[in-house]
Structure formats: C-alpha cells, structure tokens
T-cell receptor, first 115, second 114 residues
Framework: ETGVTQTPRHLVMGMTNKKSLKCEQH?????MYWYKQSAKKPLELMFV???????ENNSVPSRFSPECPNSSHLFLHLHTLQPEDSALYLC??????????????FGEGSRLTVL | TQLLEQSPQFLSIQEGENLTVYCNSS?????LQWYRQEPGEGPVLLVT?????EVKKLKRLTFQFGDARKDSSLHITAAQPGDTGLYLC??????????????FGKGTKLTVNP
C-alpha cells in the first residue's frame, strides 16, 4: 500500500451511534491531520498531530475525539453526532507540520452521513 | 470572512477551450498552493508558488503568483476532460496561538465536456 489510506470510505450512522474513522500513512511523515469538507464551505482543519502529540484543535466539538497511537495511524472517534456533521472527512499527512511550503498528502476521504 | 476567495465557483467548458481561475485575498501570503481534487478522491498538490510575480508551468497548466503575494491564478490551455475536478488554493497563516496552519478557498469546480 502507498500514500494515505482511509477506512471506511462511506459511513452512515444514527445520532446515538459510536463509530470511528481510521487513517494510515505509509510515507514516514511526522504530522497527520483531520480536515472536514462540507458542501459550500472551504476545507476546515480539525486536528493536527505532530509525532503523536496533538498540536492543534480548532474549536472542534467534543463529539469528535481524535487518537494518534503512533506516527502512522490516526483515528477520529465519533459519538452523538448531529446531521450537520455529515461531510467528507479527509486525513492528510506531511513531513513537518510547521512548514507549509511543503506538501499535504491526502487520503481519499470518508464520506459520513448522520441520520 | 473568507481569507481566500476563489472565482468562479463553477465553470463548465468544452474540450479544447482555455480557462483561467482565480484565488484572491486581502492578506499577504508567504506562499500559495494549488490542489486538484477529482471526484471521490482527496486533493492532490499541483504546485506551490513562493515568490511574488512567479510563474510556474506544469504541462498545459500555468500558475502565477501576484506581485504583492495576495493573489494567484491558474490558466489551463486546451482543456481536456481529465482536467475535470475541484481546484483549491491554499495558503499558510499564523494562528492566534502562534502555530501555522493551511487555509483553503472554497474551490472552483471545473467540468470539461468532451
């Protein structure tokens, strides 16, 4: 496998469910990110992890809980979501979180629908 | 308030036509990036421009960074159906906490019809 892989690609859940999104990067990068992509809105940065330590949390509701057990894996745990949380959730990685002249490598995304 | 405004929001053209899309801001950026996102995929970096006035070419794509580093444009010559996708511009900003993060525009959705 190469690049950044996300599972599941599609997820439908009720507001009372608990589910998790998984991201794995095979690039040896030090930083991993969760972004939310909604219709008619720009990509929104949710969380940044650098060397497994969370360095950014952009006022994301607590119903979204990230976990980074090692530098290759990133999870987004979901519970008691709202319909407005329906979106494409993109995971990305980069060599270094502080240098944005570098490149973000994105996964294909997990399309989440909350009923 | 959008830091990066992209226009047009939607563009539908015929194969072989030329087009230009824009990314504008009232803020100065140290660099700007262009990504293309194809349907069902994540964004992929096309180019990074770092010097005011810089022009970069990638086959039929020409990217320009404004002299004042507040805007950028992407020109596609002789568009092909494979150019279809969402074109996103992005630039780094410093947050109130002192860290750096990448902000994105809403994108231009391009459709090239055969």
């Amino acid at each position: 496998e190469t690049g950044v892989t996300q599972t599941p690609r599609h997820l439908v859940m009720g507001m009372t469910n608990k589910k998790s999104l998984k991201c794995e990067q095979h690039l040896g990068h030090n930083a991993m990110y969760w972004y939310k992509q909604s219709a008619k809105k720009p990509l929104e940065l949710m969380f940044v992890y650098s060397l497994e330590e969370r360095v950014e949390n952009n006022s994301v509701p607590s119903r979204f809980s990230p976990e980074c057990p090692n530098s290759s894996h990133l999870f987004l745990h979901l519970h008691t979501l709202q319909p407005e949380d329906s979106a494409l959730y993109l995971c990305a990685s980069s060599q270094d979180p502080g240098i944005y002249s570098g490149e973000l490598f994105f996964g294909e995304g997990s399309r989440l629908t909350v009923l | 308030t959008q830091l990066l405004e992209q226009s047009p929001q939607f563009l539908s053209i015929q194969e072989g036509e030329n087009l230009t899309v824009y990314c504008n801001s009232s803020s100065v950026f140290s660099s700007l990036q262009w990504y293309r996102q194809e349907p069902g995929e994540g964004p992929v970096l096309l180019v990074t421009v770092v010097t005011g006035g810089e022009v970069k070419k990638l086959k039929r794509l020409t990217f320009q960074f404004g002299d004042a580093r507040k805007d950028s444009s992407l020109h596609i010559t002789a568009a092909q159906p494979g150019d279809t996708g969402l074109y996103l511009c992005a630039g780094p900003i410093i947050t109130q906490g002192g860290s750096e993060k990448l902000v994105f525009g809403k994108g231009t959705k391009l459709t090239v019809n055969p």
